[in-house]
């Protein structure tokens, strides 16, 4: 039997109710001395936590709610600090959301999307002063995007836009269409940062007439890109994912694997002769398992790597000497990130606290690693790394002004299925519960079988 289907952590919290709790407050109604709807709204989220190519500065995004009689939804902002947590700076003010901010390769840079102009748009800001400038003016929105190795261009997906008639009986309230007919792809594109003679930036189109999955790389060298292919861009559809590699200059595509396996986000090695890609098990099943794989960057026979104890691992980068593979994955009810050695096939824990880390990321000399960290009872926040000895720093104070409120303390409960497999579960207690007092129980249940709730301020 596979590791992974020897424990289960059931997608289930159990709350007495009464309880003051980060899953519950949402539906807390107001009391005297507690958490109220109002001050729900108020806690931040903290998302892309990217660190600097040289380890001394990270950006990260802080998401709040912005509730007036004209608006209501989450605005999130750019922030920028240092990785010992001193002096953060705000570094967006639109009043629409910046995200995904992205270093550019010697540090002097940072991308970042933005919907502020219309449409979500590329923009490129330096950090020695001055405003952001808008990079690509395009209709349908940036999706992902990467810079090249030597910082001269953006790799970005775009999804292809309306036809005339389209937009016209858009506009004409005609929503009528042909399933699966006139698909609109997401294409990878590059657009050079500097303009042209023109005083423009163009972007280049390099794929053709398929899908082109969100996670893509670029070979060290600059030189090709390589990504996942889908036959659409429904989700239905990432069964059919085939692993391919595109020549910069040429836009010619090749084939790396294609197998009756789904594959999914490759990463090049850090000497570039190998690509570190998720498969599928085969055929591929929706709530099924995924195990991390390598194979040589000319194609050939993939080589599969250990299995991880979820069967879900989210890929992080490999090592910096190419030896070994950072991960995520959530094992219980907390998520944590490992290591793989790739010669002995070994996986070693890097964090083994009750936290909950999500998001991580690997700077670009694959020496420090950016996460947000939470747990039951702290708000989530930016933290740094050295990846190789996993000692967390603060980077953001984001909640810091969050009132110091009780709340119901949650303890993982376990027991057996009817087929003998153990379970999980989180129960959480009122504030100034009393033992062997009853109370009503409320249970919240998981829709999806392969989903999970984690010991997470934020449910």
């Known amino acids: 039997m596979r590791r992974f289907a020897q424990f289960l952590t059931l997608s289930l919290r159990v709350l007495l109710i009464a309880a003051v709790t980060p899953a519950a407050l949402m539906a807390q109604q107001s009391t005297a001395a507690g958490w109220t709807p109002e001050l729900a709204m108020k806690v931040k989220n903290i998302g892309a ?39 953060p700076l705000q570094l967006t003010f639109a009043e629409k959301s910046s995200e995904n901010p992205q270093w550019s390769p010697d540090g002097k840079m ?14 490129v800001l330096r950090l020695i002063g001055g405003e952001a400038e808008q990079t690509t003016d395009v209709k349908t929105g940036v999706g992902n995007f990467a810079w090249s190795p030597n910082g001269k261009q953006i790799a970005f997906l775009m999804r292809d836009a309306q036809s005339e008639d389209e937009e016209k009986g858009a506009k004409g309230k005609d929503d009528s269409r042909w399933v699966d007919e006139n ?32 996670d893509f790389d670029w070979a060290p060298d ?44 490759p990463k090049y090695s850090p000497d570039g002769k190998g690509l570190l890609f998720v498969v599928s098990d085969d055929p591929p099943r929706w709530a099924g398992y995924r195990r991390m794989a390598v194979i040589a960057t000319g194609g050939g026979p993939v080589k599969l790597l250990a299995e991880t104890f979820d069967a879900q691992p989210n890929v992080i980068n490999w090592s910096a000497d190419g030896k070994k593979i950072y991960f995520g994955e959530t094992r219980g009810t907390v998520s944590r990130i ?38 039951n009872d702290k708000a989530p926040e930016a933290y740094v790394s050295q990846i190789t000895t996993f000692s967390p720093v603060q980077v953001s104070r984001a909640n810091a002004d969050l009132p110091k409120l009780p709340l119901g303390k949650t303890e993982v409960i376990k027991w057996k299925s009817s087929d003998g497999l153990e379970v999980e579960g989180l129960l959480t207690y009122p504030v100034n519960y009393q033992a062997g007092k009853r109370v009503p129980l409320l249970l919240i249940i998981h829709g999806g079988p392969a989903g999970v709730f984690t010991q997470s301020f934020l449910a």
């Open 49 to 87: 936590v990217r660190v600097s190519p040289d380890g001394r500065k990270v950006v990260y995004t802080v998401s709040q709610a912005v509730m007036t009689p004209e608006k209501s939804e989450y605005v999130a902002q750019i922030w920028l600090g240092n990785n010992d947590g001193s002096d």
């Open 110 to 123: 940072i991308a970042f999307t933005s919907s502020r102009s219309g449409k979500g748009n590329l923009y």
């Open 183 to 214: 698909v609109k792809m997401n294409r990878l594109h590059v657009i050079n940062i500097e303009k042209d003679a023109n005083g423009k930036r163009e972007p280049r189109k390099l794929t053709g007439d398929y899908n082109v999955d969100n």
């Open 222 to 265: 600059g030189k090709t890109i390589a990504f996942a292919r889908t036959k659409m861009p429904k989700a239905d559809y990432w069964t059919t994912g085939d692993l391919m590699a595109v020549d910069v200059g040429s836009a010619e595509v090749k084939t790396i694997a294609a197998t009756n396996a789904a594959e999914s986000g």
């Open 338 to 375: 490992y290591s793989l050695d790739v010669n002995s096939n070994t996986i070693t824990e890097i964090n083994k606290g009750t936290e909950v880390i999500s998001g991580p990321s690997l700077n670009r000399s694959h020496t420090m690693v950016g996460f947000t960290l939470q747990t």
